[in-house]
DNA sequence: GTGAAAACATGACAAATATCATATTTAAAT
DNA sequence: ATTTAAATATGATATTTGTCATGTTTTCAC
C-alpha cells in the first residue's frame, strides 16, 4: 500500500497541512479504491463515514433538482477533497458524486479527519480556506444561472474547463464531457446545448473531433454575451 | 460601549466559541456603526479590515452581473457575521452588502478576528461549520436557479423568508423587500417579480397589504411546479 | 398639502429556451 | 461484422421570460 507521506498528491489539498506523524497514522487506516467510470462515489442522503483524496481522475458532483433533471455543481478532480463539506456539517451528503473518468481515490476514515481538525489548527484553517474558496465559486456561479444567457453559461464553461483543468496534447479539452453533461453544467436541455456548440462551432469558436472539444478562439469565446 | 461578553447575539454565530478574555479583548477594540436603510456596507472589491457583527437590521449581499443587474446571493440577518469569508481568503470582498432597514453593527477589526482563528482551535472549527452550511445553502440555490421555473423560485423565495426570518404579529413577512429586491433574489426582471406575484395573490397564495406580503397558502405555496 | 420622483402594475410584443419529433452518427454487445 | 442501443444533431413548435411602453399608486421632500 502507498504510503500519504510520500504521496505528492496531498500537496494540492488541505492535507499538506498535516505533520509527518498524522500523516503517517492516515496511511496506516486508509483505504484505497479504483472506481470506474460513470460509477457512483456517493449518493445524495448517503452518510458520509470519511473523506476521499482523489489521487487521479475527475468526477462531477450533482444533485437531482425535483423536475427529474441532474444539476452538476463542480467539477473535482485529482488532488482535491470528496466529502468534506458533509463530514464538518456532520450531515447526510447533499450532492451525489460520480466519476466521470476512471478514478482512484484514497478513502480516509471519519474519525481520523475529525481528530486531525480537533488536534491540528493549520489544517483545519486550510480546510476553512478552501471552503470560502468552494463558497466564493458557489457564489460566482448562482450569479452567472441567475443573469446571464445560456450562450454565455457555455462559453464560461469551456473557458473554466480549459483553465482549470487544462488540454491534451493536441489542444483539445482534457475533461472529455458528454452533450448531457455541458447541459447540465450550464443548467439547460441537453438539445439546447448541443444547438450552441453547434453554433460555437460554426463561429469558428471550437472545434470537435469527435466528442472532443478544442477551443480554437479564447478571445471571441470570452466576449461572448 | 456595550460589551461583547454580554452580548447575547454573540449566541447566534460563530463568536459563541470565544473564551471570556477573548470576548473582553474583542468588545476592547470594537466599534459600534449604525447604518441608515439603503447604504451599502461594503462594496465588491472592498478591502475589509474586519468583520460585522450585525446586533439588529437586516442586509442582503448581492453582485453586479455583467449585464447591469445585480443578483442577491444571500439575506443576512441580525445574529449573524458578515465578511467573514473574504477576511478568512484574504481577498477583496466578493459581494456588495448592502442594508435593506436600518442596521446596528459591530465592527471587529481584522488582527482580532485573525488572533483568534490562530488560537482557538473551536472558534476555528465554527466558523467551518458555518461556512460549511453556507456552501451547502448555496449549491442548493445553484440547482434551484438553473433548472426550476420563475414561478418556482418565487414561491421558494417567499417560503425561505417565511421560516428564516419570521413574520410579523399580523402575518405578514418580518423582512420587507421591494419588487425590485424580489427580482434580484429570483434572479428574474422585475416585471416578471411583479406579475408572478399578482398571480400568486390572484390564486389566494398570498395577500398583500402595500408592499407586505402576508403567505396565505403555504402548503399550495410550496406545491407549486 | 402639493408636486415630483420612485415604486408598482399591466399589456403587447420580442427573444430565449424547452419540448417533441425524428434523423444521423457513434459506441457497445454479441 | 452485424445488430442494437445510446449519443449526437437538427427542425418545428410551444412555452417561458424579457423588454418596452404606459398607466397607476405610493412615497417623500418642500
Redesign the interface.
Known sequence: MSKCEQCIIRQFNSLKSLTKDELIRISGCKTTKIIKKGEVIFDEGDKLNGVFCIKDGICKLS?L???G?D?I?KLVVKGELLG??SL??D?RA??QATALNDMEVCFIPREEIVND???N?SF??D???Q??????E???????????SVRQRMAEVLINIHKSFGTNPDGTLSVLLSREDFASL???ATESAIRVLSQFKKEGLISTVGKQIKIEDLEELSRI?
Chains 1, 2 share one sequence.
Open positions: 444533485k433538482s425535483e423536475n433533471k444539476q455543481v468534506q463539506r464538518i456539517s450531515e447533499n450532492l481538525l480537533q488536534k489548527p483545519t484553517f480546510v476553512l480556506q471552503m470560502a474558496q468552494d463558497l466564493k458557489a457564489d460566482d456561479v448562482i450569479v452567472n444561472m441567475a443573469q446571464k450550464v443548467g439547460t454575451e
